[in-house]
């Protein structure tokens, strides 16, 4: 299934009537098929507004929620990005025409070495993917201009926090339960940190420790 006009007319419009109107965004996410990031039987759904299974028992995010926490990150040209939660390497690819350099980890080896896959396939050399626990972070890289998170922690944890720079920002989404989320911005100040509520969500859970494949 290729990425035609009238799936790609339906598709930005679906996105825009979510909300996202930064225009790079939205360059970026026409540019990137999202079909090359969904297998199987879902294939045929991948320009559908709605979260899809992928390997693991993982989830592909939604393309408004994908938008729309690429909006709220506002990343910018020379921003180092952190990513937490690789997954299929949709959302990566749509920061890699964003940012200078994307860091994607995941704790699955083999999404990891999917995406890896797939990132080589489209020729985008500016995105690192690594298997890693999530939620230390990536110390070795730090500070981060921004950070993203695709799995939501009951609070936004200290590692993550303690590698975003001063005037940086860390979108993700938060909550104790799988069913009451909510999708935060962080922005790190010289004095502390400054928290913002944007919507609600639902993602799966952030847990530590490397996964079994």
Known sequence: MSFDADAKMRFLYALRSHGVTDSRVLDAMEKIDRARFVKGLF?????????????????????????????????????????????????????????????????FRSLVFEARAIFEEMDLPNITAITADGSFGLPE???????????????????????????????????????????IRVTRTKSGFDYEELRAVRFVPLVEGLGQD
């Not at 709605?50 to 990343?75: E, K, N, R, Y």
């Not at 981060?144 to 940086?168: C, H, K, M, S, Y």
């Open 141 to 183: 890289q730090a500070p981060f201009d921004r950070i993203i998170v695709t799995a939501a922690a009951e609070d936004p944890p200290g590692p993550l926090l303690a590698q975003l720079r001063v005037g940086g920002i860390m979108v993700l989404p938060v909550g104790q339960s799988d069913t009451v989320q909510s999708l």
């Open 43 to 107: 294939a045929e759904r991948a320009y559908a507004d709605m979260p899809l299974p992928i390997a693991c028992g993982q989830t592909i995010s939604q393309p408004s929620v994908v938008a729309l926490m690429t909006q709220a990150l506002d990343v910018q040209p020379r921003d180092k990005v952190l990513e937490v939660g690789c997954g299929s390497g949709y959302q990566a690819a749509i920061l890699s025409f964003l940012g200078r350099r994307i860091y994607t980890i995941d704790r």
